[in-house]
């Protein structure tokens, strides 16, 4: 079965400079998630995207932006990356918005800021 | 707010052996509960979940049943593999806002490892 690809799979990125992370949800899933886990963390919620329209947003930082496209992928922009933005960055998706909807993980990127 | 306590970690048991990983939940309203596996360098994987009071989730060999009046979704197995050597995840999921948006919150993890 199709699962959720993200893009990159690693990125090495030096201070300051911007980064741009990509999700393509599984087919048919309307709703896109994005979290960021820290080292030895448990994973934290960004934001979110239904139908193309931003649906929630968690602790995302300002630099941080994102968007879902026509064809439901989604894209994290990252821009004056920190020492501290270093970390797993997963995109979820799920098929709407229903209670108890499972979302589906992707593999994540692995973000380090040098 | 909402939250996810998890059992502290790491926990390590031989093979075999039964496993009970603990997870209390704090919600304003009526949360869908979850269990997340993440194996070394791969991403999260749903093992059970229960959506609402008194379901029972199960998944390979892994049961966890809602308890409302504890705010509790404990995970258990009764004889535990090698290969269930993995982060263990305890989440909640709930209506956010008027959208529906339903992002999960998570508890902090348990490092679990399985000798042979």
């Known amino acids: ?114 | 707010g909402n939250s996810v306590t998890q059992m502290e970690g790491p926990v390590t048991l031989s093979e075999e052996a039964f496993l009970t990983i603990n997870c209390t939940y704090t919600a304003t309203g009526y949360p869908s509960l979850f269990w997340y596996v993440q194996y070394p360098g791969e991403g999260l994987q749903l093992l059970l979940k229960a959506t609402k009071a008194d379901d029972k989730g199960s998944n390979k060999g892994f049961e966890a049943t809602y308890r409302k009046e504890t705010t509790s979704f404990h995970l258990e197995k009764g004889s535990v593999q090698v290969s269930d050597s993995a982060v263990y995840f305890c989440a909640l999921s709930l209506i956010s806002n008027g959208v529906g948006a339903q992002k999960l919150v998570f508890g902090q993890g348990t490092r679990l490892t399985i000798n042979p």
């Open chain 1, 1 to 114: 079965a199709a699962g959720v690809i993200q893009s990159p799979r690693h990125l090495i990125k030096e201070k300051r400079e911007t980064a741009t992370l990509k999700c393509y949800p599984i087919p048919r899933h309307d709703t896109v998630y994005w979290y960021q886990q820290g080292p030895g963390q448990d994973p934290q919620f960004l934001i979110s995207f239904y139908e193309k329209m931003q649906s929630d947003k968690g602790s995302i930082p300002d630099r941080f932006s994102a968007q879902q496209f026509s064809d439901y992928h989604s894209e994290l922009n990252m821009s004056s990356l920190e020492l501290g933005d270093s970390a797993l960055y997963f995109c979820a998706s799920s098929s709407g918005l229903a209670s108890g909807e499972t979302q589906y993980f992707g593999p994540g990127t692995r973000l380090l800021v040098l």
